[in-house]
C-alpha cells in the first residue's frame, strides 16, 4: 500500500501535474521546467524529488544538464498503468494548453547562457 500511498501523494499538486503534462511532450531540464512553471529551482527539483522517489519520471545526465522524462519502464505497477491514464487527463485546461506552448518555444541554451 506504501507504493501507491506514495504514488497518489505525488500527484495531489498541481505543479507535478503540469511537470509530468509538460514531460509528455519532451524531455526537460530543471531550468526549462522552472522558466514555464515560474518557480524557483529549488522548488522545482523538490517536486521532481517527489516524482521520482513515486517513480513518475526518472533523469539522465547529459553534460551540464539532467534531463527529466517519463519513467515508462517502470515496473511499478501502479505508475504503469497511471501514466497512460494521465495522458488522457486536462485536454482543454487553459494551464496546460499554456504550458504545451511554453514548453515547443523555451530553450534550455538561452535559459542558461549557453
Given at each position: ?51 521520482r ?50 514548453v ?9 547562457g549557453?
Amino acid at each position: 500500500m506504501k507504493a501507491m500511498v506514495r504514488v497518489f501523494k505525488a500527484l495531489s499538486d498541481s505543479s507535478r501535474i503540469r511537470i509530468l503534462k509538460m514531460l509528455e511532450i519532451r524531455s526537460l531540464c530543471v531550468c526549462e521546467m522552472t522558466e514555464i512553471l515560474q518557480l524557483a529551482t529549488s522548488t522545482v527539483s523538490k517536486h521532481l524529488s517527489i516524482l521520482r522517489d513515486a517513480g513518475l519520471v526518472s533523469g539522465t545526465k547529459e553534460g551540464k544538464w539532467a534531463n527529466f522524462h517519463l519513467n515508462h519502464d517502470q515496473s511499478d505497477a501502479y505508475v504503469r498503468h497511471l501514466l497512460p491514464l494521465i495522458r488522457t487527463w486536462l485536454p482543454d485546461d487553459e494551464i496546460i494548453r499554456d504550458d504545451r506552448e511554453k514548453v515547443m518555444l523555451v530553450d534550455r541554451n538561452k535559459l542558461c547562457g549557453l
